[in-house]
């Protein structure tokens, strides 16, 4: 859970969540569905939080429906999320994002 919603923030909390074997349960920035397959995750949504309670009650009720979840893949779109948005060095993802950061700063 993020401290607030910021628009196009997701911290480390969803990874830390994920390497733990748990599924995230996550309130913040609706950006988190750009990095992070929705199947894999449950969204805590303020404004309706009930939805969220009612998955999470569907999932204790249902532990092959739980593992099911537990083993959906972890990026929105695998490959081209990590060269999209994780690819700081040339070798991840032909190093994108950093060709991007240093043409957006003229370097």
């Not at 609706?30 to 009612?54: G, H, K, T, W, Y």
């Amino acid at each position: 859970m993020e401290n607030a919603d910021v628009p196009g923030y997701v911290s480390d909390q969803m990874l830390s969540a994920y390497l733990s074997g748990a599924v995230p349960i996550y309130f913040g920035s609706r950006f988190v569905f750009e990095l992070f397959n929705p199947r894999s995750f449950i969204f805590f949504d303020l404004d309706i939080p009930q939805q969220a309670l009612n998955q999470i009650q569907f999932y204790e009720q249902n532990p092959s429906e739980y593992e099911r979840m537990l083993n959906e893949p972890i990026l929105a779109n695998g490959l081209e999320t990590i060269r999209k948005y994780f690819s700081w060095d040339e070798s991840i993802g032909d190093g994108l994002l950093r060709t991007r950061i240093r043409n957006i700063m003229g370097l």
